[in-house]
């Protein structure tokens, strides 16, 4: 499964981090692993203006979460923003305190997790950051200074959301670390899947779902589960009486896209968990399941649309592209935008045929592939960067791309053939390998989420008034 969810949003911002865990996918190597990153499914919301008067500005610690505090201006801020997107996406709003108690509650969990990867040690410098801002803003068509006044018209100031994204990154490699590290799929389980889909004659499906998970804790009591149990029972009465599927999410899912709904978005039907799958095999669209149990929890899907996948023959050939490069870093010294000029510069004397690309990237590109004049062989899906990948695809042959941003630095980027093979078998297991963990990273993510949030030392000191 490719790394994030592409799932239309009514706001900049969501889209904007959308891009992001697409391009933090892998982190590796330029020539990674096929392992991409689970469906990590963050989308934190920018914090809206509040215009208060300063006899209403009361900012005190509703909460505190370890050794730090979430602040009422915080937590206003946060409620206001969230209001302010369920009303573009068009989502009834819920009850105020309701909302308040699910997005104190997402604060909470975000809020432990940063502190978990800085207790690891994990840093984003200033200048992983700067290359991060500019591959957004190129990733949604615009200059620095035109991403940096969107998101200003949005209502945030860009220094605030540069601090968000910061926030961001860390908490996706603290979830790769302790998750998606940590997914084992074995043999069997690969031979299991590769069995089940030669047996599978029917067309596959890509299915859009929105669910509900109402968790259960770990070690839970019979008292605790049965309770947890009757508030699925009120939510699924509340949406056979009628209620917004999203309204309803939002007031009682624990799940990380509640906030959004609960939508999932499309996902193929093979990289499901077979819970799911099972669960909604007779679900029309724009229904929605019975409860359902795992062992998070219990659950309610709705089927929000199903289109067909790629076919078998489709996905047992791939196409592949032979490529070759001239990679610049990018230093304190050197800034990216010194980097994408003189790349730039290297372009035009290839067209103008006044220096040879082997030539350059023999005297200027920086990784291993230089000796052989930024030859990096032939490279199929999924096995290098998908901002460089993306790039590469829209590339004709002996066309050279413009200055592509990625972790790594700037590269310049040349198409010298494609060719489309059968899978072989190996190909066919790592495939195959990858769906498995697919399966298994969700409930991996919401296992792990509870641990983080049980771990941590909670004081309440919200007074609703």
């Known amino acids: 499964m490719r790394p994030l969810l592409q799932m239309k949003q009514s706001n900049l911002r969501t889209n904007l981090l959308t891009n992001l865990f697409t391009a933090l996918a892998v982190s590796a190597g330029l020539l990674a692993s096929t392992t991409a990153w689970s469906q990590v499914k963050l989308t934190p919301i920018a914090p809206a203006k509040v215009v208060q008067s300063k006899a209403q500005t009361v900012n005190s610690i509703v909460v505190v ?50 502190q978990l990867a800085k207790e690891n040690g994990m840093r984003v410098d200033d200048v992983m950051l700067d290359r991060t801002m500019l591959r957004l803003a190129e990733q949604n068509k615009m200059s620095l200074q035109e991403f940096r006044n969107q998101i200003e018209r949005e209502g945030t100031s860009y220094a605030k ?74 939510a699924l009465q509340k949406l056979r009486g009628g209620a917004d599927f999203a309204k309803t999410a939002v007031t009682y899912s624990d799940s990380s896209e509640a906030l959004k709904g609960g939508d999932i978005g499309w996902r193929e039907q093979d ?52 490529v070759r490069h001239i990679l610049l870093k990018v230093s304190q010294i050197v800034t990216v935008e010194e980097a994408r000029q003189k790349l730039l510069d290297f ?15 023999k005297a200027h590109s920086i990784d291993g592939s230089a000796s052989k004049g930024g030859d990096l062989g032939w490279l199929f899906p999924g096995s290098t960067l998908p901002e460089f990948e993306q790039a590469m695809d829209k590339l004709a042959i002996n066309q050279i791309s413009e200055p592509v941003v990625t972790q790594f630095g700037v590269h310049l980027i040349q198409v010298l053939e494609r060719k489309t093979d059968e899978l072989s078998k190996d190909r066919q297991r790592i495939a195959a390998r990858q769906a498995v963990r697919d399966r298994k990273s969700d409930e991996a993510l919401q296992d792990w989420l509870r641990e983080v949030r049980d771990r941590a030392y909670v004081d309440y000191r919200l007074e609703d008034k």
């Open 65 to 114: 979460v370890n050794d730090e505090v979430i602040t009422r201006q915080e937590l206003n801020e946060q409620i206001l923003a969230v209001e302010m997107s369920l009303k573009k996406q068009g989502t009834p709003l819920p009850d105020r305190a309701a909302l308040q108690k699910q997005l104190l509650e997402r604060m909470i969990i975000d809020r432990a997790q940063m």
């Open 161 to 234: 959301f540069r601090e968000e994204i910061r926030d961001d990154i860390l908490k996706q490699r603290i979830r790769e670390r302790e998750v998606d590290s940590k997914i084992q799929v074995s043999e069997t389980e690969i031979d299991n899947y590769l069995a089940a889909e030669a047996n599978n004659k029917s067309a596959k499906q890509e299915l859009n779902l929105a669910h509900i998970l109402v968790s259960i804790p770990e070690k839970a009591s019979a008292e605790q589960i049965a309770a947890r149990r009757q508030r699925a029972e009120e």
């Open 271 to 322: 990289r499901l968990p077979p819970l799911f799958v099972d669960a909604i095999s007779k679900v029309k669209v724009g229904e929605f399941s019975e409860i359902v149990r795992s062992p998070n929890g219990f659950h309610i899907i709705k089927v929000n649309g199903k289109r067909a996948a790629n076919d078998t023959k489709a996905a047992a050939a791939e196409q592949q592209s032979r």
């Open 347 to 361: 372009k035009k004397k290839i067209e103008a045929k006044e220096a040879t690309f082997e030539d350059l990237a």
